[in-house]
């Protein structure tokens, strides 16, 4: 079972270029998000997706694109790489829901980004 | 401005000894909350969670404990042991709100000496 994976680990950008940071999860979870950790902010949300189909704004989603065609997959496009972007990102996948625990989510080990 | 607050970025404890982590909140509507563990190079890993109905949880060495009054949680690890050393993460959410989104503290870095 691989949980939450994360593909690629590290990337170095030039300002300006696009890319895509993969996530795939492998539990069925209905729920998807992304998140950006940076030094003294804890962990921000990006993106998120309650099912295939459905995604929505987190905090911090300005240069950010997502997509959610699948219940596996949810990949977070860069469109225009900013040395601003140059953080840590976690992929999160969880089951959704009203009920006790459903918050609990499982992360990716991450993806280091760095625009030059 | 930061709902969910951790004010110490880092603690130092001696093996055995017990560790306290503190994480305040801002949001009334707030009613889940969970601790979450970070080692470098990983992922965070979740702890252990309260809800707002309790004031106590319990988990083996982990216990969290909720002032709702004060808006205030702590992680009380008892004792310390060195691989506890990480970063301790405090995160809040409304359940059932916004895809159960999770709002994060900055962090409190643990260092356990053995």
């Known amino acids: 079972n691989a949980g939450v994976t994360q593909t690629p680990k590290f990337q170095v950008l030039k300002t300006g270029q696009s890319m895509t940071l993969q996530c795939a999860q492998d539990m069925n979870h209905e729920y998807m998000s992304w998140y950006r950790q940076d030094p003294g902010m804890g962990l921000r949300l990006i993106h998120y997706?309650?099912?295939?189909?459905?995604?929505d704004q987190g905090e911090v989603p300005n240069g950010y694109n997502v997509s959610r065609s699948t219940t596996e997959d949810f990949p977070l496009r860069l469109l225009s790489a900013a040395p601003s972007q140059t953080s840590v990102y976690f992929c999160?996948?969880?089951?959704?829901?009203?009920?006790?625990?459903?918050?609990?989510?499982?992360f990716g080990a991450g993806s280091r980004l760095t625009v030059l | 401005d930061q709902q969910v607050k951790q004010n110490s970025p880092s603690l130092s404890v001696q093996e055995g000894r017990i560790s306290i982590l503190n994480c305040d909140y801002t949001n009334s509507m707030f009613d889940y909350f969970l601790w979450y563990k970070k080692y470098p190079a990983e992922g965070p890993t979740f702890l252990i969670s309260i809800s707002s109905i309790k004031d106590k949880n319990e988990d083996g060495r982990f216990t969290v404990f909720l002032n709702k009054s004060a808006k205030h949680l702590s992680l009380h690890i008892v004792p310390s042991q060195p691989g506890d050393s990480a970063v301790y993460f405090c995160a809040a959410s409304e359940i059932g709100n916004a895809g159960n989104m999770l709002t994060f503290g900055g962090g409190t870095r643990l260092m356990v000496k053995p």
């Open positions: 997706s309650v099912g295939a189909g459905i995604t």
């Open positions: 999160a996948s969880g089951t959704g829901g009203p009920w006790d625990g459903a918050n609990v989510l499982t």
